[in-house]
C-alpha cells in the first residue's frame, strides 16, 4: 500500500457518545470481526474496561476497504475518553491525520468532545465531525448540528448523520474518512524512522511496541536504535492489529502497526520516541510529554505477609500501565507499602480494581492526595506526595516562604437552568470563574480555575447530582499556585495515626476537623475499649469525638442456640474484618481512610 492509499484515523468523543460501538461497526462492515454479536466492543479488551464500559488503553485495528475502486488500508486508532486519559488522547492523535468527532445527537456537545477537538485541532489534524444515535426518540441533529457549527466553526449541513447501533449511515462513513483525511506523508525511499505512541506487554512475545513508520520500510532481522537510548534491537516480528496481532513481511510508509524486538521490559519503550536503523540515524520527532501523576495514594496489604506477592502484581500491573509511578512507602501506622501515582482518580479506581480482580489482592488504599510543593526561604523546593511529610509550617514558620498546590482550568457544559448552582458549586470548591458563554439558546460553557485537590474528592459526583446528570467536566492541568495549606493529623487515643494525615486548604480546617471525627466515628466500630478520635492542626485540637466501648460479647445472644447460626455470625464477623488494619490497638477498617477526604 502507497502513502496515498492509506489513511490513519481515530474517533474522539465525549464518554457513552458511541465510540466503541461505531469501531465494531466498521470492524465488522470491513470483515475484521464477523457479525455475530459476541465481538462487542473488541477494542476494549480489559475486562475492567468491559465492565465500566470505558475505554482505558488506547488499542488500534487495520482495515481494508474498497473505495471508488481502489483498495484502501485504514487504520484506526482507538483514544481512551475519560479525562484522567487526556495524555493517552493526544498520543494516539500523533499517530493520525484525521479524526472523526463523534457527538451524541440527543445529548449535543459535551465538555470531552471540546476537549477532545482542541486536542485534535492542536496537532493539526482533519476533523470530521458526525452525528450518532440519529435512531433515538429524543435525538435533536439540527440542535447538535448548530451546537458545533458556533462551538467549532464547522459548517454544520456537511456532518454525516449516523447511528451506530442500527448501522444507519455506517456505509458513509470510511469513505467520508477517504475523501477528507490527507493520506500519510513520508518517503520509502527515506531511511526507516518510526514513532513508537503505545505499547503493552504480551504474555507470550513479550514487551509489543505500536509504531506508526514515517518513513522507510522494516522487516523482521532489522536491527533498530531507539533515539532516546541509543539501544539496539533486533526485529523478531513486525505486523499489523487486524484486530489481533496479525504478523506481515514488511511493515512500512504510512503504516501503523506492532514491532517486537529484543526488549526485555515496558520501561524500556518509551512512549513518544522515534526508533531509525542502525548506521541509519535520522533527526527525532518531537516527542511527548510524559505523563505526569497528579493523584496519590498509598497502597498496603492486610495482611504483611502478603507484601511480596502483592508487589510482584503491582510490578505485573505497572508493566501494562507505564503511567502509574511507583515508589516504596513505610507508614509506621501501615507498615511497608508503595505510594502510587495515578493520572487521576478514575485512573486509580481502575488500577484497585484489576490488583484486586485479576491478581486477588487483599489491600488498603489511603485517601487520594495531589502533590503540594513547599518553598523554603533558602530557595529550595519540597515536593510532597504523603500528607504526613507535609511540615508543620507554624513551627517552621520563619523557614517556609511559601506552600503552593496544583490547578486545573476546567470546562464545564450544562443547560442554562443550573447556571446558579453550577456557578455556587465552583465557588464553595475554591474555584475561580473566568467565564460562561452560550453554545445555543439553552446550554452554557463554564471556563474555570480550581484547585485539583478539590477535583480529586467528590467534586465530580456532586457535578452530576446538583446538575441532574446533565453537567459535563473536562479540565487540564494548569500549574501550581501558592495556597495557604496546613496539615490536619488523626489522632487515635493521642496517637497520631500518619497514614490518616491529610493536607488542605487553611479556611478548612475548622470544617474539615469536624467533620473528619464525625465520619470517623461513624466508620470505626466500638471495641473493648473507648477509643478518643481527635483531629488536630499545626498543634491545636480541632475536634473530638468517642467511639463507646463495646460491652455485650457478640455471641451472648446465640448461647443455647444451635451451633451453625453462632458459626454463620463468627464468620460474618470475619467477613467485616478481612479489610480492617489494627493500628495500636484500634481496628480501622477501609472506609476510615478514604472518609478522610469527602466533604459532608
Ligand atoms: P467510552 O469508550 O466509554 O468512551 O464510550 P463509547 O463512546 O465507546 O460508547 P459506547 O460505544 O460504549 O456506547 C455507549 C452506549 O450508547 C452503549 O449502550 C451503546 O449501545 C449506545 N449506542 C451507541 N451508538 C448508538 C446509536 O447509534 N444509537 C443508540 N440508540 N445507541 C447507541
Redesign the pocket.
Known amino acids: 500500500y502507497p502513502p496515498e492509499r492509506i489513511r490513519n484515523f481515530s474517533i474522539i468523543?465525549h464518554?457513552?457518545?458511541?465510540?466503541?460501538?461505531l469501531a465494531d461497526r466498521l470492524l465488522e462492515h470491513t470483515g475484521v470481526i464477523t457479525k455475530s454479536g459476541k465481538n462487542k466492543?473488541v477494542l476494549?479488551k480489559l475486562k475492567v474496561e468491559r465492565e465500566r464500559?470505558?475505554?482505558v488503553k488506547a488499542q488500534s485495528a487495520s482495515m481494508f476497504y474498497e473505495h471508488k475502486g481502489d483498495q484502501y488500508l485504514m487504520n484506526l486508532i482507538d483514544t481512551p475518553?475519560h479525562v484522567d486519559f487526556s495524555y493517552e488522547v493526544s498520543r494516539s492523535l500523533a499517530a493520525c491525520q484525521g479524526t472523526i468527532l463523534l457527538v451524541d445527537a440527543a445529548q449535543g456537545i459535551q465538555a470531552q468532545t471540546v476537549a477532545n477537538f482542541y486536542l485534535a485541532f492542536g496537532e493539526g489534524l482533519e476533523v470530521i465531525p458526525m452525528l450518532?444515535?440519529v435512531?433515538?426518540p429524543t435525538a435533536e441533529p439540527e440542535r447538535a448540528a448548530q451546537q458545533i457549527e458556533s462551538a467549532f466553526e464547522i459548517e454544520s449541513d456537511k456532518i454525516l448523520h449516523i447511528?451506530?447501533?442500527?448501522g444507519l449511515g455506517v456505509d458513509q462513513v470510511l469513505p467520508a474518512v477517504i475523501e477528507k483525511t490527507p493520506p500519510p506523508l513520508g518517503s520509502v525511499d527515506k531511511p526507516f524512522k518510526a514513532l513508537l505512541f503505545d505499547t503493552w506487554y504480551d504474555t507470550y512475545v513479550g514487551v509489543v511496541c505500536l509504531m506508526a513508520i514515517k518513513d522507510g520500510s522494516i522487516k523482521r532481522g532489522d536491527r533498530i536504535v531507539s533515539s532516546h537510548s541509543g539501544t539496539k534491537y533486533e526485529v523478531a516480528e513486525v505486523g499489523i492489529m487486524h484486530p489481533e496481532q496479525t504478523p506481515t513481511t514488511l511493515l512500512q510508509v504510512g503504516q501503523v502497526g506492532y514491532i517486537v524486538c529484543n526488549m526485555k521490559s515496558i520501561a524500556e519503550a518509551h512512549v513518544g520516541d522515534t526508533f531509525y536503523k542502525d548506521r541509519h540515524p535520522v533527526e527525532p520527532l518531537p516527542g511527548f510529554v510524559p505523563a505526569k501523576s497528579m493523584v496519590f495514594a498509598g497502597v498496603f496489604p492486610i495482611d504483611a505477609g502478603e507484601f511480596d506477592s502483592l508487589n510482584e502484581s503491582i510490578q505485573k500491573l505497572t508493566l501494562n500501565d507505564s503511567s502509574v509511578s511507583v515508589h516504596k512507602e513505610t507508614s509506621a501506622a501501615l507498615g511497608q507499602g508503595w505510594r502510587l501515582g495515578f493520572l487521576g482518580t478514575l485512573h486509580m479506581d481502575v488500577f484497585r480494581q484489576r490488583l484486586e480482580e485479576e491478581y486477588d489482592a487483599n489491600v488498603l488504599i489511603t485517601s487520594p492526595t495531589v502533590p503540594y510543593q513547599i518553598k523554603f526561604t533558602d530557595g529550595t523546593i519540597k515536593f510532597i506526595q504523603t500528607p504526613a511529610d507535609f511540615p508543620d509550617t507554624h513551627t517552621l514558620q520563619d523557614f517556609v516562604e511559601s506552600t503552593m498546590e496544583p490547578y486545573v482550568s476546567a470546562t464545564i457544559l450544562f443547560p442554562e437552568k443550573y447556571l446558579g448552582c453550577m456557578l455556587e458549586l465552583c465557588t464553595t470548591h475554591r474555584g475561580e470563574i473566568h467565564n460562561h458563554t452560550y453554545i445555543d439558546e439553552t446550554r452554557v460553557m463554564l471556563k474555570c480555575e480550581l484547585p485539583m485537590a478539590e477535583i480529586v474528592t467528590d467534586f465530580y459526583d456532586k457535578l452530576k447530582s446538583k446538575s441532574q446528570g446533565f453537567a459535563s467536566f473536562d479540565y487540564e492541568e494548569s500549574g501550581y499556585k501558592t495556597s495557604d495549606l496546613v496539615k490536619m493529623e488523626v489522632l487515635l487515643n493521642g496517637e497520631a495515626v500518619d497514614a490518616l494525615a491529610a493536607v488542605m486548604h487553611k479556611s478548612m480546617v475548622v470544617t474539615a476537623g469536624r467533620d473528619i471525627a464525625k465520619r470517623l466515628k461513624e466508620v470505626i466500630r466500638r471495641q473493648l475499649f473507648d477509643i478518643i478520635i481527635q483531629t488536630s492542626a499545626n498543634g491545636k485540637i480541632v475536634a473530638r469525638e468517642t467511639v463507646k466501648q463495646l460491652r455485650k460479647n457478640v455471641t451472648a445472644k446465640c448461647y443455647g442456640g444451635d451451633i451453625t447460626r453462632k458459626m454463620k455470625l463468627l464468620n460474618r464477623q470475619k467477613e467485616g474484618k478481612k479489610r480492617m488494619k489494627k493500628i495500636g490497638k484500634v481496628e480501622l477498617p477501609q472506609e476510615a481512610f478514604l472518609s478522610i477526604m469527602t466533604k459532608s
Not at 464518554?15 to 460501538?21: A, F, M, N, Q, V
Not at 447511528?163 to 442500527?166: D, F
Open positions: 468523543a464518554i457513552d457518545h458511541g465510540k466503541s460501538t466492543q476494549d464500559g470505558i475505554t475518553g450518532n444515535k435512531d433515538l447511528s451506530a447501533k442500527t
